[in-house]
């Protein structure tokens, strides 16, 4: 059986190199002139989504991007990696990730996908949830912090990452499966992929057209900084360890 | 260039009451498209150049894998035309990922952009079939390919060459020798510049250019030169022992060879200047980093005002030097006669990588002179600049020369 389309969902996020700042009202992160790119895990996606059509196991990967106007950049270097089709809902609202599975789902039905292949998490927020709220509201199985995925015979074959060690699980498709780091190197794009991704067309759409509810379901009350670590305390003996740890409370 | 500032009532500055104006003319941002051109490279030099870098200058190790994973991702051969299979890119393309190359490594870079000026006369002066057989060789697969005009006797004396080319039948016989010819030990195939005239020809019109095929009978390539620096980098002479050309490797009329080879520049030179800059930039880079976390008298060294103003001199120079060797860059892309501005790009550039990275190794003090710190290799490296495609001698005549052709050309 030979799949028809992979839907790779991808989100714009600050790049993974900047360091962040907290903006002086604890509101949020500052995203002002910062340098954005896409979520690496969704890179790496991509990138298996990719290998998928490569291997002959699926036939079109379509990204979809949920975000500002200048999102369609992100999208515009996928597509010179091997993404034949993409997809942009234009929204400046910053969504939570129950209202991204609900828009995600709406679009894996419009475009009778087979298959989801997205990053375990956003390196802004790194919640976590999407892949897994979004199998939930299709019905579908899922496999997270995939490592290794192998689709034979209408199953995916994931090995999966967890605390104890690595964990081979068993899907049957269609099914959602989030990308951990080790799943692969994203290839660099050849330069005249690069200038042909420019000429390809990016189905644009306002999220106001998908018909969902998207209001938050939590606040966010404050953002701050991690506490400054303080110095350490080195001590002359374990008697003086002991009774320092005891006068701290933590003993 | 458009000159027309249009007036927008967009944003509020950061000062009450001035309204931004926006600017259509002259612009100092790449598009978005070349900037992922930028990323592509700067990927590519930080994360497979740079950590072979050491190794290869250490070894003077041609960096073949290097050039092949660049020439299949399209970052070289830039200029190669699309119906020659190339992708017909510009020099402030080739610029931008110059320089981004350079900073992972100056050698390979040179090792990977020392096509571009053998390509040159053939992109300036071949015919179709010329033009489609040699550089769409270089389009398909990654080889290499040297511009071989300067001589042991003959480096900025071009009008010295003894090179001899004789017509004999309908083929040229050649004989002669070159020196310094970078990728010679690899080459595929050569851009000679050869005497086709005699004693009393002016020089203007006493050269003519050939493409050699490495292959023919007399084509002897000499030895790998060991030089100060961009050591992976390969140089030889080469000797023309009565190789046989067929008259269709003439490139371009007989006696036209020196205005072509030497036309190769205003495309080349701005490159060669990015490549300076990367390594300025590199010395930049590696000088701040050091100084920001070596501490010497209670406090980081950046703090201590000499080795801040060394810091400052460096930017100024890169930043300086980038935005000539662009407009260099962009006047021939948009058709303008762009000589003198190569000249100054290249001039400047060279000038400024040299004292970049002289001081870097100051910043680093003993630790500089060592070579297991980056520094010193990139001061090794940066003297050719000022060295070759021009000597920072040859590049002064070339501006001072234009200055008074254009005065002359007033009637102030």
């Known amino acids: 059986m030979s799949l028809a389309r992979v839907l790779v969902p991808v989100k714009r996020t600050v790049d993974y190199a900047v360091k962040i700042r907290v903006k002086p009202d ?134 999966r990452e967890i605390d104890g060690g690595l964990e081979t699980v068993s899907v049957q498709l269609p099914a959602v499966i989030s990308a951990d780091l080790r799943l692969n190197t994203p290839r660099y794009a050849k330069l005249k992929d690069i200038m042909a991704a420019r000429k390809m067309t990016i189905d644009t759409s306002s999220l106001a057209d998908w018909g969902v509810d998207t209001t938050p379901r939590f606040d966010v009350v404050s953002v701050q900084d991690p506490p400054t670590r303080a110095g350490g305390v080195k001590v002359e003996s374990v008697q003086e360890l002991v009774q320092k740890l005891k006068n701290d409370g933590v003993l | 260039m458009l000159c027309s500032t249009v007036r927008q009532a967009t944003k509020r500055s950061l000062v009450p009451n001035v309204q931004v104006r926006k600017h259509t003319g002259l612009s100092f941002e790449l598009t978005s498209e070349q900037k992922q051109f930028q990323e592509l490279a700067r990927s590519f030099a930080r994360e497979k150049i740079m950590p072979v870098a050491a190794q290869l200058d250490r070894d003077g190790q041609w960096p073949q894998e290097l050039i092949n994973e660049a020439h299949s991702l399209g970052l070289m051969n830039l200029h190669v035309p699309e119906d020659c299979g190339g992708i017909g890119l510009g020099v402030l393309e080739n610029c931008v990922i110059a320089e981004e190359l350079a900073y992972g490594c100056s050698g390979v870079m040179t090792a990977m952009l020392a096509n571009d000026l053998a390509q040159a006369p053939v992109f300036l002066a071949g015919t179709p079939e010329q033009k489609k057989k040699y550089l769409g060789r270089c389009a398909e697969e990654p080889i290499s390919v040297s511009y071989a005009v300067t001589e042991p006797g003959a480096g900025s004396d071009v009008s010295g060459l003894k090179t001899k080319a004789e017509k004999q039948g309908d083929k040229w016989i050649l004989n002669g020798q070159k020196m310094w010819i970078s990728n010679a030990g690899y080459a595929n195939w050569f851009f000679v510049l050869a005497r086709t005239g005699d004693a009393n020809t002016p020089t203007g019109k006493a050269f003519t250019g050939f493409i050699v095929e490495r292959e023919w009978a007399g084509v002897q390539v000499g030895r790998k030169e060991w030089n100060m620096g961009q050591r992976c980098a390969d140089t030889r002479g080469v000797v023309f022992d009565n190789v046989v050309i067929p008259d269709e490797n003439r490139l371009g009329p007989v006696g036209a060879g020196f205005k072509i080879a030497m036309g190769a520049f205003d495309h080349t030179r701005p490159p060669v200047a990015s490549g300076a800059i990367g390594v300025a930039q590199r010395a930049h880079d590696e000088a701040l980093a050091y100084a920001m976390q070596r501490k010497t008298m209670g406090k980081a060294i950046i703090e201590h005002q000499q080795v801040a103003a060394l810091i400052a001199e460096m930017a100024v120079g890169i930043e300086a030097s980038r935005l000539l060797t662009y407009k260099a860059a962009v006047t021939v892309d948009n058709g303008g006669k762009n000589t003198h501005m190569a000249s100054m790009a290249k001039y400047m550039a060279s000038e400024v990588a040299m004292k970049s990275t002289v001081d870097a190794v100051q910043v680093f003090g003993g630790n500089g002179f060592n070579t297991e710190y980056p520094v010193e290799k990139l001061m090794r490296d940066a003297k050719i600049f000022q060295i070759y495609e021009g000597t920072t001698q040859i590049q002064k005549l070339i501006i001072a020369r234009d200055a008074v052709t254009q005065k002359m050309s007033k009637n102030e």
Request: aromatic letters at 2%; glycine letters at 8%.
């Open chain 1, 26 to 159: 604890n509101t949020g992160v500052e995203t002002k002139n910062v340098k954005m790119s896409t979520n690496p895990f969704d890179e790496i996606a991509v990138e298996e989504a990719v290998k998928l059509k490569e291997k002959g196991l699926v036939k079109e990967v379509v990204a979809v991007t949920i975000g500002p106007k200048d999102a369609a950049e992100i999208l515009r270097k996928l597509m010179a990696v091997g993404v034949d089709r993409s997809i942009h809902i234009e929204t400046d609202e910053d969504l939570q990730p129950l209202a991204v599975a609900k828009v995600l789902k709406k679009v894996v039905e419009k475009e009778n996908s087979d298959l989801v292949l997205l990053g375990k998490q956003a390196i802004d927020d790194d919640s976590c949830q999407t892949g897994q709220l979004l199998g939930g509201l299709l019905n579908w199985p899922q496999a997270s912090f995939a490592s290794e995925v192998n689709v034979e015979g209408g199953k995916a074959i994931v090995k």
